[in-house]
Each structure stands twice: as structure tokens, then as C-alpha cells.
T-cell receptor, first 114, second 111 residues
Framework: EAQVTQNPRYLITVTGKKLTVTCSQN?????MSWYRQDPGLGLRQIYY???????DKGDVPEGYKVSRKEKRNFPLILESPSPNQTSLYFC?????????????FGEGSRLTVL | GNSVTQMEGPVTLSEEAFLTINCTYT??????LFWYVQYPGEGLQLLLK?????DKGSNKGFEATYRKETTSFHLEKGSVQVSDSAVYFC??????????FGKGTMLLVSP
């Protein structure tokens, strides 16, 4: 089954404790992206990757890091989480080179930073 | 820059009512336009899309027409069901692969 898998789905942590949210896709997609969803703000892009070893900032990259060492994985790293990073996070992927292609989303990771 | 504006929700309707959710986009370039739907507790999934002016996207009884003259892509359905209750996001592509989303419109359908 074609899917985007995120872990963990739910996490409560404390300020400053480094964490990583993993994302893996099994569709051999070149493009992957992270979004955060907040009430009243919709979806905002954090980082994206056009292919292995190629990453770029989205609209709200501050406080986040990413890496793309393999095509299937695109982890989101919060080096020193703060309460304003409490949010619902989505990973997504699509075929590269197709601007009209469908974006496939994971089920989301709800993060709470105390 | 590129942006998408949707009507604020929630939109509350009775079953079998007619639905319209308004969406307008900035006219930069020649974007493709999308509607995504998010059911409770799930990620977003593509509902329909249109890639050029005057195209009509349709799926599951929903329709939207790409109107270049009014920079709009309004979502419509003739008769909504309780199962259509969800959050709907309008989006345009910005750059080759990146999508810019609107803030989302919650739809609540009661029996």
C-alpha cells in the first residue's frame, strides 16, 4: 500500500529536549515536505526537499532542521523545542518533475512542548 | 507573493443542502489549482484539481472551475452528506513542486 508514515503520532516533551519526527514514504517520490498546521493559520511549509541531499527552507523554517540522506526518509529535527512549536505536523511527498502531481500526506504527528 | 484566500468557517449545512466554499488566488504566473480534504484525525488527501483556465475538476460529486478572469476556484457540491463533514483546503502550486495552501474551511453537515 502506498503511504507516508510518520512517527511518533503523539508526543509530549519539555522545552529544550531534542527530538526527531521521522517520515518515510514507499512510493519512490523525489519530493518531500514538512508542514505544520495551527488553528487559524492553516498549513505552513517548514522545509522541503526536491531530491536526495537537496533541501530548502519553506515559509517557517526557524527552529527546525531536516536531512535527506535517502530518498525514502525525511526526518524533521527540533534541536531545542520551544512551546511555540506545539503543533500538528504533516509530512508529504509527491513525484518530482510534476507540478500538477498529487501530494500524499502522512497522518500527522501531534507535538506538545511544555 | 503567492497566496490563497478561502472563506472562513465553519460552514454549517443540513444534509442535501447546496455547498459553496469560496477560494481566490493571487494571479502570479499560471498556477495549477487544487482542493484537498482533511477528515477528522487524518492527513490531507487530494479531492480534485484543475491545471489551466476554464478546466473543471470533479470528484465524489464535488466540482470546481478554474476562473482566470476572477482568479477563483470555488468548490461546489449539489447535495452534501453527513460524511462530507471535514476541513477543505484550497491550494495553488508555487514553484515547480511546492504548494501554497489556504487556511482551510471546516464543513459541518447535520442530518
Amino acid at each position: 500500500e502506498a503511504q507516508v508514515t510518520q512517527n511518533p503520532r503523539y508526543l509530549i516533551t519539555v522545552t529544550g529536549k531534542k527530538l526527531t519526527v521521522t517520515c518515510s514514504q514507499n512510493m519512490n517520490h523525489e519530493y518531500m515536505s514538512w508542514y505544520r498546521q495551527d488553528p487559524g493559520l492553516g498549513l505552513r511549509q517548514i522545509y522541503y526537499s526536491m531530491n536526495v541531499e537537496v533541501t530548502d527552507k519553506g515559509d517557517v523554517p526557524e527552529g527546525y532542521k531536516v536531512s535527506r540522506k535517502e530518498k525514502r526518509n525525511f526526518p524533521l529535527i527540533l534541536e531545542s523545542p520551544s512551546p511555540n512549536q506545539t503543533s500538528l505536523y504533516f509530512c508529504a511527498s509527491k513525484e518530482g518533475g510534476m507540478s500538477t502531481g498529487e501530494l500524499f500526506f502522512g497522518e500527522g504527528s501531534r507535538l506538545t512542548v511544555l | 507573493g503567492n497566496s490563497v484566500t478561502q472563506m472562513e468557517g465553519p460552514v454549517t449545512l443540513s444534509e442535501e443542502a447546496f455547498l459553496t466554499i469560496n477560494c481566490t488566488y493571487t494571479a502570479t504566473g499560471y498556477p495549477s489549482l487544487f482542493w484537498y480534504v482533511q477528515y477528522p484525525g487524518e492527513g490531507l488527501q487530494l479531492l480534485l484539481k484543475a491545471t489551466k483556465a476554464d478546466d473543471k475538476g470533479s470528484n465524489k460529486g464535488f466540482e470546481a472551475t478554474y476562473r482566470k478572469e476572477t482568479t477563483s476556484f470555488h468548490l461546489e457540491k449539489g447535495s452534501v452528506q453527513v460524511s462530507d463533514s471535514a476541513v477543505y483546503f484550497c491550494a495553488r502550486n508555487s514553484g515547480y513542486s511546492t504548494l501554497t495552501f489556504g487556511k482551510g474551511t471546516m464543513l459541518l453537515v447535520s442530518p
